[in-house]
């Protein structure tokens, strides 16, 4: 799997998630955690506002995420 596929699924359930309930945090599985590739996403995400982060780990799409994800990555965030 390459990098912006995982980028791209990651944010896919963050805006679904996000469309159920914006307050709502995702807690990402053992098994995404012990992944660096995702770990990484998850930061990549932090760092550029896209995500929020409760504690590593438990995430969740922040209102800016939600826009630009909707605006400029249609691709990886159709629901």
């Not at 630009?68 to 691709?75: D, V």
């Amino acid at each position: 799997m390459d990098r912006q596929t995982i980028r791209g699924g990651l944010l896919a359930t963050l805006v679904l998630r996000y469309e159920e309930d914006p307050r709502q945090f995702v807690t990402l599985s053992k098994q995404a955690l012990d992944s660096s590739w995702i770990r990484e996403a998850a930061s990549e995400l932090r760092n550029e506002g896209f995500v929020e982060e409760q504690f590593r780990g438990v995430i969740r799409l922040t209102a800016r995420g939600y826009k630009q994800c909707k605006t400029k990555l249609p691709y990886a965030c159709a629901s």
